[in-house]
């Protein structure tokens, strides 16, 4: 698991104050890039193979709004990794009350630069992603 930290800004919050669903969708993918870079998982990698990562699904269950100075911990983890998917988890809560924002899952599959389809996930993808899903924060 991964924790990142953010602080909410002004440039994240809507006409009413608080933090748009979009901005959550943004902090919710820089929390991946960090959960990625703890293992210094780079995309090059991926292209010199041919491939890329795909978000193919993301499930977000709003639970609480957030506001301007809030400190967000969003915690991530690989959930599950198939044969063709790899699912992430994903939860965000309040540092400060400790209350839930959102949780989230998000399910990336392995995109064929050549052809543009997914693939199967083979060993060495999937070794990655172990080691992903046993690193800590």
């Not at 919710?28 to 210094?40: K, N, P, Q, V």
């Not at 890329?52 to 499930?59: D, E, G, M, Q, R």
């Not at 992430?88 to 540092?95: H, I, L, S």
């Amino acid at each position: 698991m991964s924790v990142t930290e953010i602080k909410v800004k002004g440039y994240h919050l809507d006409l009413f104050g608080r933090v748009t669903n979009q901005r959550f969708l943004d902090l919710l993918e820089d929390a991946r890039w960090s959960y990625m870079d703890t293992i210094g998982l780079s995309f090059d990698e991926f292209a010199k193979k041919g491939v890329f990562l795909a978000v193919v699904n993301i499930n977000v269950n709003f639970r609480a709004p957030s506001i301007l100075g809030d400190t967000l911990v969003i915690e991530t983890s690989v959930d599950r990794i198939g044969n063709r998917s790899i699912t992430v988890k994903q939860r965000m809560y309040n540092k400060k009350t400790e209350q839930i924002v959102l949780d989230a899952e998000v399910v990336y599959v392995i995109v064929d630069l050549a052809t543009g389809k997914s693939i199967p996930i083979d060993n060495g993808m999937r070794q990655i992603w172990l080691e992903l899903s046993n690193k800590k924060n």
